[in-house]
């Protein structure tokens, strides 16, 4: 009878204590509701490779990686990664443009074009999110040296 008694009144103190843990312990519990920090953030974009088309045929490949700076306050609020928008973008602005040659070798105003996926990009997306667009790595690959 002992036995089954301080059985009986372990289950008991083991239920009140777990009631009382979860009822009155809520801080404990509880998860934190820290503020964002503010201030820019870091995003890496895996790599993009873009085709280079010259009297319809594939020259090439360029292998663009890019990294870019938001507003970390803001990229929180989005709905959408504004990583998609800048891979997009990019993609547009380089196969788009007409003045890339490979086989005639210039100059390139790549600030003037990074500019211009930041610019767009906010368009986009409708507010200054992004605040800088850099380069990572920038290599063009002929078709002859890519395997099959």
Not at 2 to 27: D, E, F, H, N, Q
Not at 33 to 59: F, H, R, S, W
Not at 72 to 81: E, I, N, Q, R
Not at 118 to 135: A, I
Request: aromatic fraction near 10%; charge should be positive.
């Amino acid at each position: 009878m002992r036995v089954l008694v301080s059985g009986l009144w372990i289950c008991a103190v083991t239920i009140a204590s777990c009631y009382a843990a979860v009822t009155y312990g809520g801080g404990f519990f509880k998860k934190s509701t820290e503020p964002y920090l503010e201030g820019l953030q870091y995003q890496k974009l895996a790599p993009i490779n873009i085709p280079m088309v010259t009297d319809g045929k594939v020259q090439g490949y360029i292998v663009a990686v890019l990294v870019f700076t938001a507003d970390a306050k803001l990229m929180h609020t989005l709905p959408v990664s504004p990583n998609a928008f800048v891979v997009d973008e990019t993609f547009r602005q380089i196969y788009g443009d007409t003045t890339i040659d490979f086989r005639k070798l210039a100059r390139y105003d790549i600030n003037g074009r990074l500019a211009q996926i930041r610019s767009k990009v906010n368009e986009r997306l409708g507010s200054d999110v992004v605040k800088d667009v850099l380069v990572d790595e920038l290599n063009f690959v002929a078709k002859r040296e890519v395997r099959s």
